[in-house]
């Protein structure tokens, strides 16, 4: 039985800096959809929570269009076909996932969204995790990108986060020696007694920079998720012919005007490479991706954590936690009473 009305959740303003509580907007809606030709009914199960969504948020050129004032907040959602329109792809029940956005129910076309094919050892959660954008992105910024080779030294800021905690695994499985950065020991410690690193730094720490010197020296590979200072330090330990990948700059993404870096010109003389790069251009390729990771979910030799905060009201807040370090590993807001099997 349909509800008579649903949730959403719609921008409101557009941030100067942090996310405050004026920034989006609650609203209940009457439930009047209905999926038209090659359409679909969804009901939302669970609902993926990434830096990138700050970025959506303000009004700049980008990779995608910005959220706009009164829209239903962009986001990746795992969800149920509820009704399939005439001549639809999917059925009733088929699990899809699609950027359906902040909101428990939704008619979507048929290509926005795709059927979840769940196989042993794999919940139908990682498509938002492991085998979603955030593994993917690992997957494709380190392999594709970075170019990590076995023996080569591989740093990992925000390690313990939904990408950065794939990274270093991928990274000790082509035989590079892993070194990840995280904001607390509780963090540091899972990374290295759980994913395996070979040493983990808590930059809060007084004396981090000086320890990361003294144990890690230079760097062949760094896959940066926070950029600012951390990326500037790292600009200054670079062996010859290195790879930084530029993934996130979660750091700045709530500085109305960031500092920059003052360590660039050490790209020069070490012959080094910085690049930026979108997961969706890989959009082709993830099916040989996903396959690999999905090996790896069944054998046990890739670790995943999901942090689930529940109930669609409560995104806002699960937002701010990737800005205020409050989760270690993949971040998700679970909408309604379906619960995955991790």
Aim: charged residues 25%; hydrophobic residues 40%.
């Amino acid at each position: 039985m349909a509800p008579a009305q649903y949730t959403r959740i719609t921008l409101a303003e557009r941030p100067k800096t942090s996310i405050t509580s004026s920034t989006f907007k609650r609203e209940v809606v009457p439930f009047d959809l209905k999926p038209g030709p090659k359409q679909i009914l969804v009901k939302a199960h669970y609902v993926s929570i990434d830096p990138a969504m700050r970025g959506w948020l303000n009004d700049a050129r980008s990779y995608v269009r910005p959220v706009q004032i009164g829209e239903v907040m962009r986001a990746g959602v795992i969800g149920e076909v509820l009704e399939a329109g005439p001549g639809s792809k999917f059925a009733k029940g088929d699990i899809v996932s699609g950027v359906f956005g902040w909101q428990e129910y939704g008619v979507f076309d048929d290509k926005a969204a795709e059927k979840i094919h769940t196989q042993p050892g794999v919940d139908i959660l990682d498509y938002l995790g492991p085998l979603g954008s955030t593994g993917l992105t690992a997957y494709f910024g380190l392999l594709d990108v970075g170019k990590v080779k076995a023996g080569e030294t591989l740093v990992v800021s925000g390690a313990a986060g939904a990408t950065g905690s794939v990274v270093c695994q991928i990274g000790k499985k082509k035989g590079a020696k892993v070194y990840a950065i995280a904001g607390s020991q509780d963090k540091c410690d899972w990374l290295e007694k759980e994913l395996g690193v070979d040493k983990a730094f808590n930059y809060k720490s007084p004396t981090f920079f000086d320890d990361f010197r003294k144990t890690v020296g230079y760097l062949d590979v760094y896959f940066d998720n926070v950029g600012g200072d951390i990326l500037n330090y790292m600009l200054t330990r670079l062996k010859p012919k290195a790879r930084i990948v530029l993934c996130g700059a979660i750091s700045d993404y709530n500085k109305a005007k960031p500092k920059g870096l003052s360590s660039y010109t050490n790209l020069i003389a070490q012959r080094a490479r910085i690049e930026g790069f979108i997961v969706f251009d890989y959009a082709a390729r993830y099916p040989e991706a996903q396959r690999e990771l999905a090996s790896w979910l069944q054998d046990g030799s890739l670790k995943r954590r999901f942090h689930i905060v529940k109930g669609l009201d409560k995104a806002p807040d699960a937002l701010n936690l990737l800005f205020n370090g409050g989760n270690t590993g993949k971040l998700v807001v679970q909408v309604s009473d379906v619960k995955a099997k991790l």
